[in-house]
């Protein structure tokens, strides 16, 4: 299946400054990040940003709620966004038919969210080097589950170039110029 801009929504999942610093590969993960939502936001993708109980987990990094602080946060409880009724309201008043999904922890948020998604009908893409969690066993395991369960796995140059089409698209030179 081809990710098209058209058809697609980003859903950033708790990437929050009480618990990134435990996680693994944090510094290539942020670098990553930082990255895929300035191209995201370049290829004027929607966002639906999720917060996981912020007054014990704190918001989201500062490198990346600079970025993303005029979109619709939704603040949670449950480990899937897709059980926070708000997110899904909004996921669904997109009319979009793929979520694009990054963010932590993979083994936990990230991967109750997606199977959530699927389940609801979406197609869904994990940006596979956006995500992370405090042990990289864990990861590993969620993103090799979550392929199983019909997740499409890629990383975030993969997916930009891909939403971009062709190298005579408008925006092209501004996604290179992201990842180089």
Do not use: W
């Not at 990134?20 to 940003?49: A, D």
């Not at 007054?55 to 979109?71: A, C, F």
């Not at 990230?110 to 994990?126: A, K, N, P």
């Not at 090799?144 to 939403?163: A, C, D, H, K, W």
Request: one cysteine or more; proline letters at 3%.
């Amino acid at each position: 299946m081809r990710i098209n801009v058209e058809d697609a929504l980003f859903c950033l999942v708790d990437v929050q400054d009480k618990l990134y610093p435990h996680v693994t590969n944090k510094e290539e993960t942020e670098k990553n990040l930082v990255t895929l939502v300035k191209g995201l936001k370049v290829l004027n993708i929607p966002f639906i940003i999720n917060e996981q109980y912020k007054k014990g987990i704190g918001e989201t990094i500062p490198s990346l709620n600079e970025l993303v602080q005029d979109y619709p946060h939704f603040e949670k409880v449950t480990f899937s966004c897709c059980q926070n009724e708000a997110t899904m309201d909004a996921i669904n008043a997109t009319n979009k038919k793929v979520v694009i999904v990054a963010g932590i922890e993979t083994h936990v948020c990230v991967l109750q969210t997606c199977i959530d998604l699927l389940e609801s009908g979406f197609e869904v893409v994990l940006v596979t080097d956006c995500c992370t969690s405090r042990k990289q066993k864990d990861t590993d395991m969620a993103i090799t589950r979550l392929v199983q369960e019909g997740v499409i796995p890629t990383t975030y140059e993969s997916l930009l170039f891909e939403l971009t089409l062709t190298a005579k698209n408008p925006v092209f030179k501004e996604i290179s110029s992201l990842v180089k």
